[in-house]
């Protein structure tokens, strides 16, 4: 899908209460094609390898792109991590906010951070549970290399479409609770390509998509 037709359709079912970003996941793409979609108006982009990223980030540096981590971030990355990116959507341990904190260069604003939540309760995702975000939270906000902007799912494919609308409202829920103690929260990041729209309806600030606008991923 080109990208401006993708823009439009967010825009439209967007409510107008509040501005929907996209964030283009480039997993596994070449820095030519995430050049080529810069040239058309996108700024930001998603990339779940530390390392892959890295390589991109430094390439492109002269277009001033914005970096979005949003694969699973191992400790001994967190340093490679706080270095290149703008953004960490998928902190969902004390351990990486310590080590986040620790290695973001000081000349460098403040790592924006979210944290993942698991909100099917799922054993095959990362996240922390629910219940663990208020402690998680303080934990980052604490730290003044870090600013906390919010929260990150990957609901569980369910292919009922309800189920998803389901998980995608509790997030909500959480997020609502989390901006009434954080003034600085905005960002409920959640909905991919299959379902971005039902994540727009309850609530999300930020849809990652990258099919969409890419086609078929490569293969790694």
């Known amino acids: 899908m080109p990208l401006a037709a993708l823009v439009q359709e967010i825009t439209a079912i967007s409510p107008a209460a509040h501005l929907v970003r996209l964030l283009a996941v480039s997993k596994l793409q070449p820095a030519g094609a995430i050049a080529a979609l810069a040239g058309q108006g996108q700024r930001a982009f998603g990339e779940n390898y530390v390392q892959e990223a890295a390589a991109k980030v430094q390439a492109l540096a002269p277009l001033g792109l914005e970096w979005h981590l949003i ?62 975000v208020q402690a998680l939270a303080a934990a980052i906000a604490r730290e003044p290399m870090l600013c906390l902007r919010g929260l990150m799912t990957i609901p569980a494919p369910h292919p009922e479409a309800e189920r ?52 078929p991923r490569p293969s790694p």
């Open 71 to 132: 694969g699973h971030l191992q400790s001994n990355k967190a340093e490679l991590a706080a270095r290149t990116f703008d953004w960490v959507q998928t902190v969902d341990r004390p351990k990486l906010v310590t080590a986040l904190a620790r290695h973001r260069p000081a000349g460098r604003p403040p790592l924006n951070v979210l944290i993942q939540v698991n909100i099917d309760d799922e054993d095959s995702k990362h996240g922390c549970s629910p219940d663990a």
């Open 164 to 215: 998803r609308r389901a998980a995608f409202a509790r997030m909500r829920e959480l997020f609502d609770a989390l901006a009434g103690r954080y003034p600085q929260v905005d960002t409920l990041s959640m909905g991919m390509s299959g379902d971005f729209a039902l994540a727009i309806a309850e609530g999300a600030t930020m849809v990652r998509v990258g099919t969409a606008l890419f086609g």
